[in-house]
């Protein structure tokens, strides 16, 4: 059996999601074709076919078949365009499309420039003007009715044939010029929203410097080979993601993690493509290179957030395609009732399903690009609608709410011993050990610069603790499935109480001492769990697999539920509980051991998943860097953007009534239906735009 292959084949010419499913369906018709989507934002296909069936030039002309184009490359966007930019942008194509409007009324219908041109100039030179004008769009339009397709310049088209069957050549020429202009605010409405996707590609460095045989040499990026040596001088894009093996830089991180400080890089320390050396110089061993870096699944993830459509996007792409043979039926009434080819041909004109299809897509798009630049990679709009309606919100507590390194908070000496020779005995005990809480007794030790003592004999026990000998003494540490005699003390029950993690210290068999330890709460929890609560989450629990006490304090602390002691398949049937009595899951984890809850919740949001490859794979959001403060922020940019959403569906139904409705009684003349379509696309976009003002 031939194994199946994948091609992100880039497609031109798609203006809204009608566009998208034409693209679709003509590849999916083509034998061995197994899978396609065709996303608009991003303007490609990526097909899962069989080599042996189909290739790629088969492809392409299927697409050129359908009207659209294959290019082989695409060029990346030269530069961002600036908030300033596109506003004015907006403004001036906003002024240029009314004063075109206000032209058309003033001298053509109440001077009646248009009648005058009509008399005074052969009809058949008017047709040659109406077919050299709108020739790209009239052939669109013949091969979509050969395939049995309608699209929207197909009710365009009709309005022009019925504006030259009743001899008015200079409406029909009129409305081509509408036709294109409306084209190119459709084309600019969708490209302003792929702009913010596209950027981020444009931060891919294209080139890199490594060392081969003890010479620098400069290659393309994608020539780099696992292993090698590559030198990132000051003020450099990283091509890779690596460990620093020499050298010394600040690195701006801002493309990984949306953080506009800088972090600082030196020997061991782990580098992002995509970021820059801007203070310093160093040498990266390359680990991970092209699409397998961070940056090329971030990338990869913003792409083809499209696919995951929102439900509300769904019913839009619906409407879209019950929308046009509705307006044809509306005009054929139309016809009927009034007997005026003019009005009829006005419906057709003024109806634009291209804003129905629209409303959604560009929203989501601004949304999610926005989003990605600030650290926030949201996975597609069905996750922004459903996070937009969550009321539960669960969450993990080591690495989450809390940073994961452990601190010794106190050091108990029984027996006779002194403090810090119950802490010299443990250190040297847990010389090497790799359990965090071992480290966390050794940091202790390294801060009272205590001196320790070469271990003899040193044993870990799994899920206990560890036995050496110290100094001719038989020495344990751990917890009291170690040493079960430690749990009669009331120091014990008093340091377990504050929910904290005890380590006990036997010397010679005998208990000399306790040690107890916390894992630090990230500072700006509680604020930003009170702030998720006012933005409409009803319920938060905490799900650890640490003991009762431990969770028991911290959940008090936070005045949220909790449940301890749980494995990471608990906390799945915890997610599915709360599912089955209609809930909507937020489910925030570190990306590891909660990949399972995370994949579970209707939303994942996998915290601090830069570098993480289950963190991305698994979650359906990722924040790139361990804040708290994103929980909220993600929360209310789902929110403002299903507002937007709606306001967008809300207002193209509104304005494609009423244009429906004078059109059809005739108030609406043929040229002004189709200057007035091109309207919605622009309020549309404007609309839109605020998301790509996020704060």
């Known amino acids: 059996m031939t194994e199946l292959q994948t ?4 497609i031109t010419g798609m203006d809204c999601a009608e566009c998208t499913l034409h693209v679709q369906h003509a590849i999916e018709k083509l034998p061995g074709v197994q899978s396609v989507n065709v996303f608009l934002g991003t303007e490609k296909a990526v097909v899962q076919l069989d080599p042996a069936q189909v290739d790629l030039p088969a492809i392409r002309t299927a697409v050129q078949g359908a009207g659209y184009g294959a290019p082989e490359s695409v060029p990346l966007p030269t530069g961002p365009v600036s908030m300033g930019d596109f506003n004015r942008r907006l403004t001036i194509m906003l002024v240029s499309v009314f004063a075109i409007i206000f032209s058309v009324v003033i001298f053509g219908e109440v001077l009646g420039l248009f009648d005058f041109l009509n008399d005074r100039v052969p009809f058949l030179v008017g047709l040659v003007l109406v077919i050299a004008g709108g020739y790209p769009v009239f052939l669109n339009v013949i091969r979509a009715t050969l395939k049995r397709q309608v699209i929207s310049h197909t009710l365009m088209t009709l309005g022009v044939l019925a504006a030259l069957a009743v001899g008015q050549w200079v409406t029909a020429a009129l409305v081509v010029v509408f036709m294109r202009i409306g084209d190119y605010v459709e084309n600019f409405t969708t490209e302003s929203a792929r702009r913010a996707v596209k950027e981020l590609t444009s931060l891919v460095p294209q080139t890199a410097r490594v060392e081969r045989d003890g010479v620098e040499i400069e290659i393309p990026v994608n020539q780099v080979k696992l292993g090698e040596t590559v030198i990132v001088r000051p003020g450099e894009k990283i091509a890779v993601d690596g460990e620093v093996i020499s050298g010394q830089a600040t ?52 792409e083809e957030a499209e696919a995951h459509r929102a439900d509300v996007q769904r019913i839009a792409d619906k409407f879209s395609a019950w929308y046009l043979p509705v307006v044809a039926v509306i005009a054929m009434l139309t016809f009927v009732v009034s007997r005026n080819p003019l009005s009829t041909a006005a419906v057709l004109l003024v109806a634009c399903s291209c804003s129905f299809a629209l409303a959604t897509p560009v929203a989501m798009l601004a949304s999610v690009g926005a989003s990605a630049k600030r650290g926030l990679l949201i996975k597609g709009g069905k996750y922004l609608e459903l996070l937009a309606h969550a009321d539960v919100l669960l969450v993990d507590k080591t690495g989450t709410l809390t940073l994961g390194q452990p601190q010794v908070t106190d050091v108990v000496a029984l027996n006779g011993l002194s403090r810090s020779q119950v802490l010299t005995l443990a250190a040297s005990a847990e010389r090497y050990s790799e359990h965090p809480l071992a480290e966390a007794v050794r940091a202790l030790a390294r801060d009272e610069k205590l001196e320790l003592v070469e271990p003899q004999n040193f044993e870990a026990v799994p899920g206990h603790g560890v036995r050496a000998v110290i100094d001719s003494h038989q020495v344990a540490v751990g917890n009291r499935r170690l040493i079960p005699a430690a749990g009669s003390l009331q120091v014990v029950a008093e340091l377990e109480a504050q929910g904290k993690t005890l380590l006990f210290l036997e010397s010679d068999q005998r208990l000399v001492g306790v040690l107890a330890a916390s894992d630090t709460l990230r500072p700006e929890v509680p604020a930003a769990l009170a702030e998720a609560r006012s933005l409409g989450i009803r319920h938060i629990e905490l799900l650890t697999g640490d003991n009762e006490q431990t969770a028991s304090a911290l959940a008090q602390k936070l005045g949220v539920s909790y449940r301890a002691n749980l494995l990471p398949e608990n906390k799945i049937e915890v997610v599915k509980e709360f599912q089955a009595k209609g809930h909507i899951v937020v489910m925030v984890g570190d990306g590891v051991n909660d990949a399972p809850a995370l994949a579970q919740a209707n939303v994942g949001i996998a915290m601090g998943a830069a570098g993480t490859d289950v963190a991305i794979e698994a979650a359906h959001i990722a924040l790139m860097r361990e804040d708290w403060t994103l929980v909220p922020d993600v929360l209310r940019i789902a929110q403002r953007t299903m507002r937007i959403v709606k306001m967008n569906l809300a207002f193209t139904t509104v304005y494609n009534i009423i244009g429906l409705s004078l059109a059809a009684f005739g108030i609406l003349p043929p040229v002004l239906a189709a200057a007035a379509q091109s309207l919605p696309d622009i309020g549309i976009m404007g609309n839109s735009a605020r998301l790509l003002k996020q704060k």
């Open 7 to 10: 091609l992100e084949i880039p």
């Open 251 to 302: 690195i701006d991180q801002a493309a990984i993690t949306g953080e506009s400080m800088p972090v600082e890089a030196a020997n061991g320390s782990h580098v992002y493509a995509a970021t820059i050396a801007k203070l310093g110089s160093v040498r990266v061993r390359a680990e991970r290179i092209g699409t397998d870096t961070t940056f090329g699944r971030v990338v990869k993830m913003v």
